[in-house]
């Protein structure tokens, strides 16, 4: 059902499942699943974070996956910045960026998954 996506995008109305004439269109919605977290209502420490992505990053990693990747990065920036090393310089990090990290991390995943 890979081409849900497309649908919601482009407002596919007369897609049908595969091999049937059943078309998807009562079962798809427009409205985005929203959830909400009130950080007034918890606690968090200097290390905790906050990971955002989509079903992109979601469908192929799990929250510990990417808790790993996160801590990694970013033991190795405190790494960087306590010998001096400006973050951003030209000196190679394991990962340029965090984004860039996680979404070779997910385009590997769904790679290994199809």
Known sequence: MATIGVTRGLGDHDLKVYSSNIYIKPFLSCVPEVQVYNFDDNKHGPDDVLVMGSDGLWDVTTDKEVADAV?????????????????????????????????NHAAKGYYDHH
């Open 71 to 103: 801590s990694a990065y970013l033991a190795t920036v405190w790494q960087v910045s306590l010998t001096g090393f400006k973050i951003g310089s030209d000196r190679d990090l394991p990962h340029e960026s965090l984004d860039l990290f996680l979404t």
